[in-house]
Nanobody
Framework: QVQPVESGGGSVRAGESLRLSCAPS????????VGWFRRVPGKEREGVAR????????YYADSVKGRFTISLDNAKNTVNLQMNSLKPEDTGMYYC??????????????????WGQGTQVTVSS
């Protein structure tokens, strides 16, 4: 079964940047809807950003608008999450999820079919 594979997490200071990447475990596959979610310590997992890849439609949580950018690198069949102006409250485990394109922008988290193992992002003050 194809699975999203995340990369790019790490530890940075507040105000710095990180870029996360998500690619399917098999290059034969591509995902129509890709979302980034995060689990912040002490809170439930929350959606961060999504992209409907056939049309490059993007969606963001209010907490990251203007700081995070989700994009598709067609050549690499990879979805990137560029995270700028990071804050300590962005610290958490970030997960890539994927599925069909239907209702990409409004699909509940539980309806994403494929989930990655997660990558840790730590932002110190």
């Amino acid at each position: 079964q194809v699975q999203p594979v995340e990369s790019g997490g790490g530890s940075v200071r507040a105000g710095e940047s990180l870029r996360l990447s998500c690619a399917p475990s098999s290059s034969r596959y591509s995902f129509a809807c890709v979302g980034w979610f995060r689990r912040v310590p002490g809170k439930e997992r929350e959606g961060v950003a999504r992209i409907y890849t056939p049309r490059d439609y993007t969606y963001y949580a209010d907490s990251v608008k203007g700081r995070f950018t989700i994009s598709l690198d067609n050549a690499k069949n990879t979805v990137n999450l560029q995270m700028n102006s990071l804050k300590p409250e962005d610290t958490g485990m970030y997960y890539c999820a994927a599925g069909s394109g239907a209702r990409c922008g409004s699909r509940p988290e539980r309806e994403f079919d494929y989930w990655g193992q997660g990558t840790q992002v730590t932002v110190s003050s």
